[in-house]
């Protein structure tokens, strides 16, 4: 090499042969020619050529001068480049040039040469690339790493290099480029961070996006220098994120971008990056912490990421985000858990737990989100989430916000949609989401009308698409009933019958526009308005609209033709489809894209427009069930055993001849359900039974030939059928035939000549039949049905124990083994109280002789002829008929004002009986008659009594029956003011007086002054006075002292001259007013109005007389707690269960309108009961005997407070007060009680005396409530006392006995299901309690049923008042349900059969 710069010094250039010398006094072409000869020499040259090196090494000098580095054209320049790279490569590894000042002008020369690379196109492009090739190859860069400023060179040779790079270059440029950049990073001493800057500016979202090129340029480039740069970038990040020195790049600001994109290329490159992150995600500065968190979900969430399981200390760091205190942070968490899911189904475990915490957040749109997550991965694959996922998303369906309750349940539906409908992931995922039609359809349970209306349009989309042709429409529908839950069959059943309902009310508002104008056309057009409204989203805003509408009506025939025709009970489907479009297009405007007024037609029309239903819909339908019948359905395939799909297709068509009837008017229709009459199975003729009775008005005239057919059937089930059947049978002929008459008698006359007592099993059919035809035609059988009811209702078959019922200990029994000669007795009752109703009068003063027959048989526990040969379960079945009777009777103006007020209190403590199931079915027609508005509001007051209940369940549906009663009174008086002069039988308030006249005749209420006693008159009061008290409407608060204080100026008007009496009168006054003052603060304003007395109840008040005495002992002042009353934010729904939280699920909303009150058509009805088990599942436990029972089936009587175990005394220091002065009807003999139906002229009254204590025979038990065992010691224990009798779960089908309850026409539409009290409670008992359970059950005295007694310590009896233990255990349950209270309610099921009853009324429900 020293040879070579001997060669070089002497200054004389040696050219390749033909080359002539190149200097600047030749042409550019020239040069070009002359060049293009030398780069062909060099291209030729290799490094072994030893001589040649040198003889061109003054050559290469040359080449290298600035003439050349610096000349004006670029083909010159880039032959020189060419030249000067196989310069390098020839003379490698020494190159020529020894200056560095030299070196770093030739590489910048050269870089800048490299630019050509960029046009594709150009002539150039080959040499361009030749260039890149050689440096590319010899790794010729490499020569700068000994330069001061190589940093500089490579900088500019990396920019250069991702500039020119695109679209237009194949793979070898590509490739050479990466070989040459890699070859600087890995053979260098470092990597600076300028150059890193280069390279990583390209990762930039900003930038990749503007030249993917140059981002795959770096992503190769990373990924071959991936370990050899992995110090760099990582020093570059710790001095970012941990120093924080964000001078020391311009990328500092996107460093999270980056960290994501390096990761997505090589997780290696951030082996030491990633716990810096975990650092930073416990930052205080939230913003950082949001980046950071938005940048991990990225990482964790790609398709292919390995972070989680990698590096499982920063997942569980990020885990910790989603409770962070930042709602943005918290919110991205849940964003990301989808892509997780999806991605991740590994990770969907460690999601789950969070995901439930987030699903409660406290933020909406938090809540919202993890709905979307969930069910944006269960639409991709059901297998990615897991049935806690999405049990998250159906408790949102019941989320306090719309916004994420709607998403919920539109999420669901999609679900099931795509699984269950589609079945696009085979039946197994079908199986795994099929509680979602279920839970959508108990959605339709809440009073929210957007709720409701959601459950109507995702039922017509998703549930049943309306779209489906209708043979598969049908089909879907079918097997859809068929596997639904009796609660969701209920709201299904609702649903059809308010939309059938609104469909009526718009029906009516359009013939009411037909009519002329009159004077009172425009009350009576706003009136239906009104009601419309009511059934529309928003009323406040929709009553405009609705008005707007009217007005459209009245002035565009069109639209009121097409409406009509919508409305018309004859319009098909398809026309309902045209009819919407015409409207919609009829009022919509292209020029108003939101249009407020539209949408509201649109949810309107959503409502009324039958898309599912019409005659051809019933016939596809009748088709679908005689499939079923031969057995050539898809019934197994479908999940539904046959005989079950037949069942539940029958009470289908049952439903819809309520709300479709004229699309059943096709003689195929009709002759499939006489098919369906002559089968087997009692419910699927039963079902057909109702439907003729529903559809046939116009059968005897359009179809002769089905006519005289049916008749044989139906006169052959009335005489010889099952009851039920019997029973729909004259209801059939009532309702389809003209001649009646004639029909009836050929039924009547047979039946009547053939009772007979000796076959009670073929006693009941006809009892039923003749009862309903007494019922439907009186005056044509007046006078054998009085004959019938004296002579064999009465003395033959009441007045007789024919058979001796089984001994058991037992209270109820099911229905197959109740004793058939019970069953007939009910049966009589019936139709002594049925022919009472047909003949509405009281004219022969077969009433009063009913009323006290019924009395007679409450008196004496059931067993009316007191011979002692009855069984419980039988005297508990004829309680609940004596009862029921009575609450029938009095729905009837006349025999109300018959029913005497012991009558009346006799009655109402059938709702504190012992069995279990006769307060559950008592409570339920109870309500079901004040629902209607057809039982005085007298019998509301006996809900008051119920606050004894020992089952907190029973306590709870009370609050609950109360609540919505209420409410709906309140809603009807707001409704119909024309109603004012009816005010004191309609305003809740007055309620007060009732109550207080049951309390103080209440048989438990003995010792005047007695603490204990008044504190249950308290907590009875409080129960009914909360809910009264939660909304001070039109100063309501005032009206209930001033009516109070009123009654206490007057006397009882049962026993006006009884001093003790009106003690006890005047004494519940007093804690009804310190009620009033203690918990309202408006108490002490004007009242109102001036409250008016019901007279039977209370005497005049006598003006000369001013009673301001306090009647209450000093010690009940410490119980009368100050504060506002709770409000009454319960469920309209009366069986719906309550919150597990402690607060009662939703605020109650107005009443949709008065008809809906229905508890038959109405989901929130006594009748929708909380699940349904089978009668083998029903444990009859509490109702045997006490000493079976175990401890954690006792539960005590609710109070208030911590009572003293009755274990912890002997059984002779445990007294109890005297029975009860229980009223009773003497004389109730054989002889009397048939002398009550002999003539007229014979019927006496019977006296009303009260029972000697001492002397009642033992098997003479008391009625209704077992005695409270209390402290006095001069009260001489009763004789004969029957054990605590603890209510028992319900069995679960309805007593056929119930079932025959359905006289009125509007119940046939679905017999009531009594309440089923959960299993699962049955087990648990307040804190406390456990000890106490079992030792007091066997000490406590034992009456006939009722109430259960509380028993009191010894000490306690001695003080009057609670030990210091019992008062600390009653502060800290006190502060246990304040806690509870304050839990926010997200979560409640509205139709679980499992949720547990919580809810706190005053110091009540405090154990």
Known sequence: MAHSKNRATDGKITYPPGVKEISDKISKEEMVRRLKMVVKTFMDMDQDSEEEKELYLNLALHLASDFFLKHPDKDVRLLVACCLADIFRIYAPEAPYTSPDKLKDIFMFITRQLKGLEDTKSAQFNRYFYLLENIAWVKSYNICFELEDSNEIFTQLYRTLFQVINNGHNQKVHMHMVDLMSSIVCEGDSVSQELLDTVLVNLVPAHKNLNKQAYDLAKALLKRTAQAIEPYITNFFNQVLMLGKTSVSDLSEHVFDLILELYNIDSHLLL????????????????????????????????DSELASQNKPLWQCYLGRFNDIHVPVRLECVKFASHCLMNHPDLAKDLTEYLKVRSHDPEEAIRHDVIVSIVTASKKDLSLVNDHLLNFVRERTLDKRWRVRKEAMMGLAQIYKKYALQAEAGKEAAKQISWIKDKLLHIYYQNSIDDRLLVERIFAQYLVPHNLETTERMKCLYYLYATLDGNAVKALNEMWKCQNMLRHHVKDLLDLIKQPKSDSYNKTVFSKVMVITRNLPDPGKTQDFVKKLAQVLEEDEKIRKQLETLVSPSCSCKQAEVCVKE???????????????????????????????????????????????EGTADDEDEGVPTEQAIRAGLELLKVLSFTHPVSFHSAETFESLLGCLKMDDEKVAEAALQIFKNTGNKLEESFPHIKSVLLTVLQHKAKKGPPRQAKYAIHCIHAMFSNRDTHFAQIFEPLHKSLDTDNMEQLITPLTTLGHLAMLAPEQFAAPLKSLVANFIVKDLL???????????????????????????????????????????????????????????????????????????????????????????????CYHEIITLEQYQLCALVINDECYQVRQAFAQKLHKGLCRLRLPLEYLAVFTLCAKDPVKERRAHARQCLVKNINLRREYLKQHAAVSEKLISLLP?????????????????????????????????????????????????????????????????????????????????????????????????????????PARYFTQPDKNFSNTKNYLP????????????????????????????????????????????SSNSNPSSPGRSKGRLDSADVDHSENEDISMKSPSETEKPSRGRKRGAAANQDDKGQESKPKRGRKKAAN?????????????????????????????????????????????????????????????PPADEENEEEQEEEEDDEDDAGSENMEVKPKGRRGRKPRGEADTASDSVESTPQKRRGRPPKSQTAARKASGGRSRAAANQEEESEEDMNTAQQSEEEEDESVDSSTKVRRKVGRRDRR
């Open 799 to 893: 007045m007789n124990d024919r058979i001796p019922g089984k001994k058991t200990t037992k209270l109820w029994v099911p229905d197959d083994e109740v004793s058939p000669e019970t069953l007939a007795k009910i049966q009589g009752l019936k139709l002594m109280v049925r022919w009472l109703l047909g003949v509405k009068n009281n004219q022969s003063k077969s009433g009063n002789s009913t009323l006290r027959m019924l009395t007679a048989i409450l008196s004496s526990d059931g067993d009316l002829t007191e011979q002692g040969k009855m069984g419980k379960p039988d005297m508990s079945r004829l309680r609940l008929a004596a009862g029921c009777a009575i609450l029938r009777l009095a729905q009837e103006p």
């Open 583 to 629: 409207v919609t297009k009829k009022l919509g405007s292209p020029k108003q894209p939101s249009n407020p007024f539209l949408e509201m037609v649109k949810f309107l029309l959503e409502r009324i427009a039958p898309v599912h239903i019409d005659t051809e819909s019933i016939s596809a339908l009748i088709k679908q069930v005689n499939k079923s019948i």
């Open 1228 to 1288: 109730t003999s054989t002889d009397d009680a048939e002398d009550q139906w002999g003539e007229d002229s014979s019927i006496a009254e019977a006296s009303i005396e009260a029972e000697d204590e001492q002397n009642s025979p033992p098997k003479r038990g008391r009625r209704g409530r077992p005695p409270k065992s209390v402290a006095s010691k001069d009260e001489t224990p009763s004789k004969g006392r029957r054990g605590r009798k603890k209510a028992a």
């Open 1114 to 1157: 000093p010690e009940m002042k410490s119980f009368f707690t100050p504060g506002k009353p709770k409000a009454a934010n319960v469920l309209g729904a009366v069986n719906k269960p309550l919150s597990a939280t402690g607060k009662l699920q939703t605020k109650l909303s107005r009443m949709e309108t008065i008809s809906n009150a």
């Open 989 to 1093: 308030e007055y309620v007060v007086p009732y109550a207080i006249h049951l309390l103080v005749h209440d048989p438990d209420y003995v010792k005047v002054q007695d603490i204990e006693q008044l504190k249950d008159i308290k907590e009875a009061l409080w129960f009914v006075l909360e809910i009264l008290m939660a909304k001070n409407e039109n100063n309501s608060h005032a009206f209930i002292r001033k009516m109070v204080e009123n009654i206490k100026q007057t006397k009882d008007g049962q026993c006006p001259d009884d001093p003790k009496i009106n003690e006890k009168l005047y004494t519940v006054c007093d804690v009804a007013m310190n009620i009033v003052i203690s918990k309202s603060t408006t108490y002490s304003l004007e009242s109102p109005k001036d409250p008016v007395l």
């Open 272 to 303: 030491s990056v990633l716990p810096q992150l975990e650092f930073k995600l416990k930052s205080n500065d939230n913003d950082e912490r949001l980046q950071v968190v938005k940048l991990l979900a990225k990482m964790f969430g790609a398709k």
